[in-house]
């Protein structure tokens, strides 16, 4: 068994953390948001406008996502600006991604 497979298999915590992101990336819609986010930062309604979706509904996605560390955000003037936390987002997605496609 990998090393760090056993390290972490009897440590419940880190389970319960791992099953709680993997649950965010249950959710097409944030799945698409952060696709959105691959590119550039991006604020609510430019979000909204290009999935065809509320600001209202977008804003409660990136929430979720903001609380799970996988979006950060800074503001400029009144905006919001929202982006990926970290490459370790998208590669998580494309890795994914990859999986599906094969």
């Known amino acids: 068994m990998d090393k760090l497979a056993q390290e972490n298999m009897n440590n419940e915590e880190t389970l319960i953390d791992l099953a709680e992101l993997f ?11 952060l696709f959105s986010l691959f590119d550039s ?14 600001q209202s509904a ?12 996988l979006v950060t955000s800074k503001k400029n003037g009144k905006q919001v600006i929202y982006s990926l936390a970290d490459d370790h987002v998208k590669s998580i997605i494309a890795q994914g991604l990859e999986h599906v496609l094969e």
């Open 23 to 33: 649950k965010i990336f249950g959710d097409s819609t944030r799945i698409r948001i």
């Open 41 to 54: 930062d991006r604020h609510v309604a430019d979000i909204a406008d290009t999935l065809g979706m509320s």
């Open 58 to 69: 977008i804003s409660h996605q990136l929430r979720i996502l903001k609380t799970s560390k």
